[in-house]
């Protein structure tokens, strides 16, 4: 270059200078590319991170889908009934049946119960030659947990299968006494091929830093840190990673170790960075290992820069010590520095502008992901809604539309009347509302003394207008009687039978519903019964299972009658059906008594 070639005579004669020079800018370049290398670090380390977290949120939402299914699945009869009655084949069967179907819908890898010596009763693989029945899986922390704790979660390979999961146990109980654990295993295969899809290196990590899954499966069951003794005697006696060596994760050459204290690791000097975020409150991490090599190419490109641009600072200032005269040329030497270094500030204006469109892309496909959510949220809880409130809001309809023609005929008495009724319905449909948003949320129910006959007069309050206009005739013998329980819940329990049986006896001639309550030493009984087509017996065990209903394709979802039984429930009462000998149907309510309780 031009200014090496003016200050050559110059620096011969000063070597010693020279050399000071060259040191300068070495340990300048060197100062550089540590602050530019760790600069670049930290600004994919933020990528990094939001990338991870989204990620992290999206595995943790498939995982927490399934956390409360054993529950639902464990208060179905059948599987009491199994636990209770094991010798019998034929209540086994129907369990073994219902399981079998229950994960074809789910689409889970299996669903099993044990009993509370951890022996395998029933299975949804009950016949498949990989079948848990019979198993014992006692020493399994999964089951170990339930019994313990209430819940057991638990990441193994299967050792019937040999197929890998993740393993949800919850205890089933009678009072206090432990009747078996009932099992749901997910496996992850999607979440696997979700990963192996990804241009990122990624792995994720259980809480003995085992890797799990991989977007490369050749790195599952590696680990990324040293396994005491503790830990490899349980992992052996928990059979959890059978035949599998437990060997350390290596990438592109280098071993990788994870401290879960450093969330961002370099290793190899510095050729790889392992970042890491958690992966729900299992203990779980889910980390990316990246080649550094950009931001070291980077880096170094900088300090060149830089040591350079030093050194043509420091060798001018030695020019115009020594070259006075030669002002000329140092003026044309300072422009060509001017030149450079704006020439590179536009490089980096052009890149801290790309820096941040991604951002904003990234932030738009964040929001757009939490928007999503929100709208499936909404989604299921309008179904919901939807559901309780069709009876109200087609009563309150009616007396809307009766009310007009009222007005055109002068009733203006009958038309305040109805305006009284909306009212109440109204409020009825603020009380539904807030005993849905109670259910959904799983609150504990507030059980009080209640008068049955004002639930049962609320109840008809919804349904009097689709009672006549059916035609049917309501016959109601109830007296005093206070029952424990919720008022609002009770009120749907009727409003749910009302519309069915209306529903039942819809262009039945001479039809009729009869409500009678009547109170036994501890309890009072309520019967419900209609003189409609009835159902068959195969019809009435399935009836207040959830999504089974009776009704044409289209005109229910399955759900009244499952509600119904749950909010019974709920209240320490129990519901029970059958057809009467003279045809019809009825519906028996026990709730207990509370006597003169206010």
Known sequence: MSLHSASKPHLIKSRYLFALIIAVCVLIGYVVYQFVFSREIDREVDRNRQYL?????????????????????????????????????????EANRYLERINQILGTETVYTMNEHGLTIVSSNWNKPDSFVGDNYAFRPYYIDAVRQGVGKFYGVGIASGKAGYYIAYPIKSDQDLLGVITIKIGLAEIQKALSETKNDLVVINEDGVVILSSDPANRYKTTRILDEAALERIANTRQFPGQSLSPLNHMGFQVQMDLKQP?????????????????????????????REARNYAVASALAVGFAMGFLLITAQNIYFRRRERQEKRQLYADIDAKIAERTMELTAKISELERAEAVLR?????AVQAGKM????????????????????????????RKLIDAGRLDVVTENIDSINELVARAGSILSELKTLYRNDPTSIEAVPLKSVIQNAL?????????AAINLNISVMDEQVFGSRGKLEQVFVNLLSNAIDALSGR???????????????????????GPGISNAQIDKLFEPFYTTKPSG????????????????VGGRITCANLPAGGLEFTL?????????
């Open 264 to 292: 961002v690791s370099l290793l190899g000097g510095n050729r790889l960075m392992v970042q890491s975020v958690p992966l729900g409150s299992r203990g779980w991490q889910i980390a990316q290992i990246n080649d550094t």
């Open 53 to 93: 977290e989204s990620l992290s949120l999206s595995l943790n939402a498939t995982l927490q889908k399934y956390e409360e299914l054993p529950l639902v699945i464990a208060q179905d009869r059948r599987i009491r009934n199994a636990l209770e009655h094991a010798n019998k084949s034929g209540i086994l069967g």
């Open 364 to 368: 738009q496909t964040r929001d757009e």
């Open 376 to 403: 499936a949220v909404l989604g299921q809880m309008a179904a919901g809604v939807t559901h309780e409130l069709s009876q109200p809001l087609s009563a309150i309809q009616l007396y809307a539309g009766n009310a």
């Open 555 to 570: 005109q229910g979802l399955g759900l009244g009658l499952a509600i119904t039984r749950f909010i019974v429930d709920s």
């Open 461 to 469: 309050l919804v349904m009097k207008p689709f009672v006549e206009k």
């Open 509 to 531: 001639p001479d039809a009729h519903i009869d409500i009678v309550a009547e109170r036994t030493p501890s309890e009072v009984t309520v019967h419900f019964s209609d003189n």
């Open 590 to 598: 026990y709730l207990r008594d509370a006597g003169s309780h206010s």
